[in-house]
T-cell receptor, first 113, second 116 residues
């Protein structure tokens, strides 16, 4: 158990809908990262938050947004969902702003139908 | 720019045999290199990492990897495979100067099957 909790584990929704994925980092970790794992794109970094502020953006679509709350949990919001958004979404956390090591949650499997 | 190539999307070995998973990287700055393992329906778990110093890195579960700068490689090995090693393995490189996790670029993964 990495200490990173993601909910829900599975999510099935229709095209055009909006969903929210939640992540609770390891106790004391200030950085949260979101990754997308899909069959065609592999594992890709989406976005990082550090202590409530956006730190870095990767290959994140404009339809997607995230935030980190004062209690350090994070949410990834996906809107106007398309079939191609079906993927496993991972959250990871680390202690510092630029840590070399991140601890991954078990992921949320999103299926868009 | 940085990239990772994992040779062989599927590798099968017999229980007790040597495990060798290949990883080559490219990076414009001195790289930090990682191997992660993903068991079915699980997140990624860090096996080992190379940042600086000794080029032979030992990780968890008996795995080790050697950083070879001249070959731009970071192959993962284990002397004797166990059934519990069956999983998908990802090599990753962080090419930023700080080696931050946000800069991780992952390979496409190698599915390891261990045959009884």
């Amino acid at each position: 158990d990495s200490g990173v909790t993601q909910t829900p584990k599975h999510l099935i929704t229709a095209t055009g809908q909006r969903v929210t994925l939640r992540c609770s980092p390891r106790s004391g970790d200030l950085s949260v990262y979101w990754y997308q794992q899909s069959l065609d794109q592999g594992l890709q970094f989406l976005i990082q938050y550090y202590n409530g502020e956006e730190r870095a953006k990767g290959n994140i679509l404009e339809r997607f947004s995230a935030q980190q709350f004062p209690d350090l949990h994070s949410e990834l919001n996906l809107s106007s969902l398309e079939l191609g958004d079906s993927a496993l979404y991972f959250c990871a956390s680390s202690a510092y702003r630029d840590s070399t090591e991140a601890f991954f949650g078990q992921g949320t499997r999103l299926t868009v139908v | 720019a940085q990239s990772v190539t994992q040779l062989g999307s599927h590798v099968s070995v017999s229980e007790g045999a040597l495990v060798l998973l290949r990883c080559n990287y490219s990076s414009s700055v001195p790289p930090y290199l990682f191997w992660y393992v993903q068991y079915p329906n699980q997140g990624l778990q860090l096996l080992l990492k190379y940042t600086t110093g000794a080029t032979l890195v030992k990780g968890i579960n008996g795995f080790e990897a050697e950083f070879k700068k001249s070959e731009t490689s970071f192959h993962l090995t284990k002397p004797s495979a166990h059934m519990s090693d069956a999983a998908e393995y990802f090599c990753a490189v962080s090419g930023s100067l700080s080696g931050s996790a946000r800069q991780l670029t992952f390979g496409s993964g190698t599915q390891l099957t261990v045959l009884p």
